[in-house]
């Protein structure tokens, strides 16, 4: 006989895990020793406050802790024990009527339910009187932070000078709702998420006391899913159990949760680190016709990119608990392939590709698109990358050794060269980079210029150098009367720094090596560059505006504009493509 029949057999009712498993000691709980220590500590030296407010997210004991701590505070063994501690070993008078939340000096109150100042009224009256059987009354007011304004204050005066055989307890999972001075009137304990590795052996041992048998895998996928919180990885526990049956399985419990096949996950994370692209999309059509949502394989592709980036920059991390055998060995073999700049590129993307995804009405096409970008950036060399491309060689790539999985080589080459023994099993030629003509290839930001012929040079070097301060100050804030390699005459803007003139002397010297005299005038009509800028383009929207075809679409629209102009052959996309041309204008209604 289980635990689960047996339970059933003794009371005639089947009691969930959450409730049949409730801690009932200080022991008992986990994970949340910090606070342990210093309630005993209290105990130990008499130092017990009159208030306590117990904070933290769902399930993980902000009640089961106030009941706990209402069984220590009145704890009490006929002729052995008459005081409040936190050892107790063996049940006492009061324990048990305590922790089934029946004993009629523990009140318990529900703030969501009685919210007003009526409710605390009653409070304030009957906590004058002594309790009738045990040491302290003890009040226990869950949602604490639900309680309305003149609630709070109501309870302000009786809370900061209580009657010496009042304690009162508060939990909320919404702390900062709680006005401050409430919150100075109370001792207050943070209760932690608890940590993967303590759920797991929470549910083995459970599991094992109900005689059910659980795959480990099993085990950490439902203490993923319960993120921190104890009943919620007991409570889907129980599903699981009544969803298998029997031996409780990895596959039923994925089944059960809606998640994606691990494994294929990790694959389908390979195909895109390795640019491909077909790949991929095949491997998220096979997952969504099982089942999966399209964004919750994005947000499993975005967890396992964070577990690569964590076994990238703290090893130690493969020690995790929380991890299954094949996310520690093939996430480890990925975080050795693969560069930071290439994991936090795929992480901002995935973050937004899972609101995209979850916000369109075609979930599957817009995930689709995500995985696209993100194959098509794997082939992207990072910018050092690109720049030591152009160095070296006028411009031809150098193709060093793709990374092979396990070895001491370090990561270098292009990310899909890098990929190709991790995701595919074998070397593969990087792609050849695109080469910027010789005519027009940009001087890297490592190699000085040594001549500037004009002022757009100056501020092509600014952005080159990715100084953002220097490129908008001779943008916005300097008229140039005169320029020339050397010597730059200029009138700063009424809101340029007086210490312009010489900073920017200094800062040319640093870039190019060289003196530069810098000769300032009082006023020019010349405008500055954003100036300028803006003059072409009101002349571009005013030219657009003349146009016939234009002017009707704006008459056939009352109240549309013109708010931007695109010359064809000006702008390029990244793969050096003209935008279509209906991205030539664009209307505002």
């Known amino acids: 006989m289980d635990g689960s029949t047996q339970d059933i057999a003794e009371t005639g009712h089947y009691r969930v895990l959450a409730r049949k498993y409730r801690p009932s000691s200080f022991a008992d709980l986990i994970g949340q020793e910090p606070m342990v220590r210093t309630l005993t500590n209290a105990f130990d030296t008499g130092r017990i406050a009159q208030a306590y407010m117990l904070t933290g997210v769902r399930g993980v004991g902000k009640t089961t802790t106030a009941r706990i701590l209402a069984r220590a505070l009145n704890y009490l063994v006929p002729g052995e024990i008459d005081k409040p501690t936190i050892a107790m070993d063996r049940p006492g008078e009061h324990c ?135 009943r919620d990885s007991l409570s889907l526990l129980d599903q699981a159990i009544a969803h298998a049956s029997g031996q409780v399985e990895a596959e039923a419990v994925r089944t059960m949760l809606g998640l994606a096949d691990k494994a294929l996950v990790i694959d389908l994370f390979g195909d895109l680190m390795k640019g491909a692209v077909a790949e991929a999309l095949e491997r998220l059509k096979a997952l969504y016709d099982v089942g999966a949502d399209p964004a919750v394989v994005l947000e499993d592709l975005a967890a396992f990119t964070h577990i690569v980036t964590r076994l990238k920059l703290a090893p130690d991390a493969a020690a995790d608990g929380g ?15 693969l560069s930071l700049r290439i994991l936090a590129r795929t992480w901002q993307m995935l973050l937004k590709g899972i609101d995209e995804a979850r916000q369109s009405n075609r979930p599957l096409a817009a995930a689709d698109m995500v995985l696209v970008r993100i194959a098509h950036a794997a082939d992207l060399p990072t910018p050092d990358e690109a720049l030591r491309a152009l160095r070296d060689g006028g411009g031809a790539a150098t193709t060093r050794a ?45 190699e000085p210029l040594t001549r500037l012929d004009s002022f757009e040079d100056l501020v092509a070097l600014a952005g080159t150098k990715r100084d953002l301060k220097w490129k908008h100050a001779l943008e916005h804030q300097v008229r140039v009367i005169h320029f020339e390699d050397g010597r730059v005459d200029l009138a700063p803007t009424a809101d340029a720094p007086a210490s312009l003139p010489g900073d920017l002397s200094r800062q040319l010297e640093h870039w ?11 006023e020019a009509a010349a405008p500055t560059v954003a100036e300028a800028r803006q003059a072409a383009r009101d002349r571009l929207v005013d030219d657009a505006k003349a146009d016939p075809a234009v002017a009707a679409v704006l008459a056939a629209f009352p109240g549309a504009e013109v708010v931007d102009v695109r010359v064809r052959g000006d702008v390029a996309d990244d793969d050096g493509v003209e935008p279509p041309i209906e991205d030539a204008g664009e209307l505002d209604p």
Not at 323 to 337: D, I, M, N, S, V
Not at 423 to 433: F, L, M, N, R, V
Not at 512 to 522: F, K, N
């Open 512 to 522: 190019t090596g060289r003196r530069w005299m810098v000769a300032v005038a009082r």
């Open 402 to 446: 793709p990374r092979v999985a396990g070895s001491s080589a370090p990561a270098s080459g292009p990310p899909a060269a890098r990929l190709a023994a991790v995701a595919g099993g074998g070397a593969s030629t990087p792609p050849e980079p695109k080469v910027t003509p010789a005519a027009t290839q940009p001087r890297p930001a490592s």
């Open 96 to 230: 048990a009527a305590i922790m089934e939340g029946r004993h009629i000096d523990v009140i318990e109150m529900d703030a969501a339910s009685h919210t007003g100042i009526d409710d605390i009224r009653e409070i304030i009256e009957a906590s004058r009187y002594k309790p009738a059987v045990a040491r302290y009354k003890v009040y226990i007011i869950d949602e604490v932070h639900m309680l309305s304004k003149a609630a709070f204050n109501g309870l302000l005066k009786t809370l900061e000078e209580p009657p010496e055989h009042v304690k009162f307890v508060f939990a909320t999972t919404e702390i900062r709702k709680v006005p401050v001075t409430v919150l100075s009137r109370c001792q207050r304990f943070d209760l932690r998420r608890i940590e993967a590795d303590r759920l797991i052996g929470l549910m083995r041992d459970i599991a094992g006391k109900e005689g059910i048998a659980v795959d480990d895998e099993a085990l950490v996928m439902l203490a993923r899913a319960a993120e921190g919180s104890a």
């Open 323 to 337: 991890l299954t055998e094949e996310e520690r060995t093939r996430g480890t073999e990925f975080a050795q392939a």
